[in-house]
């Protein structure tokens, strides 16, 4: 009865907000559409996104723009559940936050190492790290070298293990993604104990375990298929908890020595066994279909927990993704069925 009472009014909440998601028949549909304007159209006239496409002007009606206004709309939907949240929901929800934060300072890193002469675009986000972030994007614009960059984050968490890297030589914008990330879930794996209670605590576990595993193996699998790196070089890269896979599986899986073999270690995850065959997965598909399971099974067992949050939160981010890379394969004048292909068939 605590969980009900505790979780009613968020669960009516995501069950209203989860309604208006996109079906896969929608889209198709888009995969059947012909250039972005068209998209547009089509999402102002028959889905939940119709209002803040409204704000675009006719000269923005190019995937960039859109982007930005499928971002604010993720942004808007954090904080209504926010809203009504109570507070022990609310220190999940901040934890879920340290990801958009990340995102944006690996954003401002790719500028400013880079030496883009394109100044940072970053007014859409403003309104939404003011208030909920810990992050000042006012002076994150004004930095024009890595240092200045870190500097400006010197009152935030990311301080200390972006500084570890500042003053080392040759450090590239790839060494502070994997910093961040390495940051990023070692706190989340951290915070369980710390945060939450019994049965919310054994879902976390499972959904920030899994997702650890899986980024694990995409990326062992990637590293050796893009870059070919050496056992010692992937040992660096990956996340040093093993939720699911054992510590000898990992080991054989980093030292493999051709695909064929890493593949078939994959084959022996508990994450690959639930499918009949994981040939026609690409590793991103996996990690995708595996974490949507898993999700949808949290919130179906314990409707009344922090996997009603959770899931939503993770079909809208799919969502968004999906949705851009629609419109990229529009753009470029795929067929439907490629576009579908690039897609994937389910949305929820």
Known sequence: ??????????????????????TPAQFEEIASLHNVPEVVEYLKKETAYADILEELAPEQLHRGSIEKILTRSLYRDYAKLYRFCGQKQRKLMKLRLKSYEIELIN???????????????????????????????????????????????KETEY??????????????????????????FTTLWKARKKVLKKEDKELYQRDCGTQID???????????????????????LILPIHYRLSTDLIKGMVEATTLEELQTLCNQTPYARRYESTEQLTMEQMYSECLHHLYTIDRRRNPYSIAAVNTYLFLKEEEI????????????????????????GRTQ
């Open 1 to 22: 009865m605590g969980n009900l009472l505790e979780y009613s009014g968020i669960v009516t909440k995501t069950r209203a907000m989860e309604a208006k998601l996109l």
């Open 107 to 153: 954003y401002c890193l790719r500028i400013v190492i880079n030496h883009y002469q394109k100044p940072f675009d970053l007014d859409y986000k403003r309104p939404f790290f003011d208030r909920y972030s810990q992050i000042s994007i006012e002076k994150l614009i004004t930095s024009r070298t890595t240092d200045e960059l870190i500097e400006t984050l």
């Open 159 to 184: 301080y200390e293990p972006l500084k570890k890297l500042k003053d080392s030589p040759s450090v590239t914008l790839y060494d502070y993604d994997l910093a961040l990330n390495l940051y990023y």
């Open 214 to 236: 899986l980024l694990n193996m995409q990326w062992i699998y990637r590293a050796k298929k893009y870059f070919n790196m050496k056992p010692a070089d992937i040992y660096q």
């Open 321 to 344: 993704k999906k949705l851009t890379t629609a419109l990229e394969c529009i753009r470029y004048g795929l067929t439907p069925g490629e576009t579908l292909a690039y897609v994937g």
